[in-house]
């Protein structure tokens, strides 16, 4: 056999063992079948290290940070999102954490607070039906906005406060519905009104919610000069100030911080036990 004939041999054995579980698949028509057997996802995991800066990089990104909120501000579109046609206020390198967040984890539920225009637990929701796993509670006070939210059956909304004892209530027994194959883990997202006091209260009310290994995330921890929008006054990064004084059960993952632009910096909080 000639070299190249050699080479095409050796591609087909190696792709034909890459590809094992989906030529189970094939169709007799040859196309790919729906491979139900198959867990969807690899087990490829970015092993990441904390972003460390000179001084001269802060600065540069610090301020792009500041320049990408405050473009928003001012009626750009930086961080609003269209995801499938619903409209959602996201970074888009957040959205590849999260991705990265539920590959890893398998949550059964992934509690939000703050829906507005659904378009980011229809994000979730999606994650979750490519997976094969995990379901949205998102809770909002605004019903307003319920006509036009996205439908689907892995979102579930709750109408009320994210700190009224009765919608953590509900939550919290939600939760503890579990399906059969569960993974045990919940993610949390803090994403609805930022203020310090209102973002502290749900942590306190959802924290018992994320078990070890899992992660709490609080939105929007860059406002109040963190870098940006200085006059917006304690909020979401004083929140976690005052949640990691009161507990060390939770820690910064600043790892989830590599792309170096984030809306929530020292945000990604993972339970440690
Ligand atoms: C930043 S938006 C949420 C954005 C959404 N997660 C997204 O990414 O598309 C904040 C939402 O929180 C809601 N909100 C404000 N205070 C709330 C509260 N106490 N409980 C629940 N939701 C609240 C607002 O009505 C608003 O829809």
Known sequence: MELRG?????????L???????????????ALAAVASTEPGG??????????????????????????????????????LSWLGYQTLKCPLDLWIYQELITEL????????????????????????????????????????????????????????????SIVARVTALVADRPASASGQTLVILDSAHDRDHVLAELRAYSPLVPPGGYLVVEDSNVNGHPTNPG????????????????????????RERFLLTMNPRGYLRRKT
């Not at 034909?16 to 040859?30: D, H, M």
């Open 6 to 14: 050699v080479k095409r041999a050796l591609r087909r054995l190696v």
């Open 16 to 30: 034909g063992k890459k590809l094992g579980a989906y030529v189970e698949g094939l169709a007799p028509g040859g």
């Open 43 to 80: 087990g490829f995991r970015v092993d990441a290290t904390e972003p460390v800066f000179s001084p001269d990089e802060r600065r540069l990104v610090d301020g792009f940070a500041d320049l990408y909120y405050r473009r928003w501000q001012q009626g750009g579109h930086t961080i609003t």
């Open 106 to 165: 398998r949550p059964d539920w992934i509690v939000e607070c703050g829906t507005r225009f659904g378009g980011s637990a229809l994000y979730l929701a999606c994650l979750c039906e490519l997976l094969g796993h995990g379901q949205v509670v998102t809770i909002d006070t605004d019903q307003s906005l319920q006509p036009i939210r996205p439908v689907h059956p892995r979102i579930r909304y709750l109408a009320g406060s994210s700190t009224d004892p």
């Open 232 to 255: 917006h006054g304690p909020g979401p990064w004083e929140a976690i100030d005052a949640f990691l004084a009161e507990t060390d059960r939770f820690a910064p993952d600043r790892t």
